[in-house]
């Protein structure tokens, strides 16, 4: 966490794309005191001004190009399509010395995309906060998002040393424990730890969706928390789980394949009535559950230990 030897680390952070992440960017930023003055651009006047309303920004801009002048941290906020245009948009306004970094969920193709952008002198590391919540928008941030969450940093071979650091210390201080790890890597994580899960939960709310039509509501009516919790997943921003999936397809795949194995097993032992491999399997499943809870990534309240009025 931060403390008052972080105050002040950065003189201008700039957050392009102000939504879920880049508000509690930048909330969390003014917890700690890290930046002595925060800029932000987004695609909406709307945004923009919503962001200034609510002091997550001191100034706001209609383009990066004109957000980053100035800044020695820039952070992309944006779906991860959008990295590379914009590290093109902003390569000759970054300062030297500048650290730019991101927050996408999928690693390999934002560095392919971005790096041939990065000026010499200016410092790219890619970084991913795995955390979140299905709100979106400016008003959806908060400080807490990040604490005792995980930041995975994949900074390329010849990344500078001193701004990896800087950047690690940075995420601490927002609350974050961190990891690096090759960006290779983190796809291929991720694609089962959070990449296949939505997917999973898009298209089993759709298929319950046509269901609907031939049961009369009921599916809807008699929602069970299984499914009340797809649907939860299911509400995140479309565009950006979009993107996701076109630029980690490799490693989702993968992952798809495997799970499409698995299911098969678990379709046999049902079709057999092999009790013994389904209470194993579902044993072996409430293990990582608790796994989950004890590593702390996770509470075992009800409502994912959310208050009611909970973001």
């Not at 959070?194 to 969706?209: K, M, Q, W």
Request: aromatic share 6%; proline share 5%; glycine share 8%.
């Amino acid at each position: 966490m931060s403390g008052p030897q972080h105050e002040n680390m950065f003189e201008k952070i700039a957050l392009i794309g102000i939504g879920l992440i880049g508000s509690s960017i930048s909330h969390a930023a003014r917890r700690g005191k890290l930046a002595k003055s925060i800029a932000g651009s987004a695609r909406t006047p709307e945004t923009v001004a919503t962001a200034k309303r609510l002091g997550i920004i001191d100034e706001g801009f209609a383009t990066a190009h004109e957000a980053v002048r100035g800044a020695d941290l820039v952070i992309l906020c944006v779906p991860v399509g959008m990295c590379g245009p914009i590290a093109a948009e902003i390569a000759d306004v970054l300062e030297p010395g500048a650290i730019l970094t991101d927050v996408g969920s999928v690693k390999a193709a934002i560095c392919k995309d971005v790096a041939p952008h990065v000026r010499n002198g200016v410092h790219f590391v890619a970084a991913h906060p795995v955390a979140g919540t299905e709100q979106s928008g400016p008003e959806a941030g908060f400080a807490e998002l990040f604490d005792n969450r995980w930041c995975i940093l994949t900074p390329l071979p010849d990344a500078d040393a001193a701004a990896v650091e800087k950047l690690s210390t940075f995420w601490q201080a927002l609350g974050s424990n961190v990891e690096i790890m090759t960006p290779e890597h983190h796809d291929l994580v991720l694609a089962i730890t959070s990449h296949v899960p939505h997917l999973i939960a898009y298209n089993i709310v759709n298929t319950a969706t046509h269901l609907e039509r031939v049961t009369d509501k009921e599916v809807i009516k008699f929602s069970a928390s299984g499914f009340r919790d797809f649907t939860r997943i299911a509400a995140s921003d479309p565009t950006m789980w979009r993107d996701v999936f076109l630029n980690n397809k490799d490693a989702v795949l993968e992952m798809l394949g495997r799970f499409a194995e698995d299911l098969a097993a678990l379709q046999r032992a049902i079709r057999f009535s092999d009790g013994d491999a389904l209470f194993k399997t579902f044993s072996d499943a409430r293990q990582v559950r608790r796994g989950i809870i004890q590593a702390g990534q996770e509470t075992a309240a009800p409502n994912f230990g959310r208050p009611k009025d909970s973001k």
